[in-house]
């Protein structure tokens, strides 16, 4: 996994395993990987896995059955949704309004340009 420098690991590796469980790769009541397996997979330390799977844990997305590992939780991709949802209302979009009004690009551009390139 390539890493940007501008965000903290562990959030980036919340976003991989968001992106698992909303692509149902990892089905909810599923076993997720070991800390020790994904550390392996995205060649990170399995402390900074525990840090990310402790906050996810934290937040409803994931539980640990004590000996048998972590799982995804009940309704933790509607909760993952959500949370992006939120994420993308208060962070991403004023940065990408404020942007678009630097450069003078209107919303009518921007449906145009993404209209053309799904065509």
Not at 26 to 46: A, D, F, Q, T
């Amino acid at each position: 996994m390539e890493f940007d420098s501008n965000k903290p690991i562990y959030l980036q590796i919340i976003d991989f395993c968001f992106r698992k469980i909303i692509s149902k790769e990892w089905k909810e009541e599923e076993r997720i990987l070991s800390v020790r397996e994904l550390g392996v997979l995205l060649e990170v330390n399995p402390n900074t896995i525990v840090r990310s799977y402790e906050h996810m844990q934290a937040s409803g997305i994931i539980y640990l059955k004590r000996g048998m590992g972590y799982y995804v939780c009940q309704g933790a991709e509607k909760l993952i949704i959500a949370l992006q949802k939120e994420e993308f209302f208060n962070t991403t979009l004023p940065a990408t309004f404020e942007q678009m009004k630097l450069l003078g690009i209107s919303i009518d551009e921007i449906v145009i340009k993404y209209q053309a390139q799904n065509k």
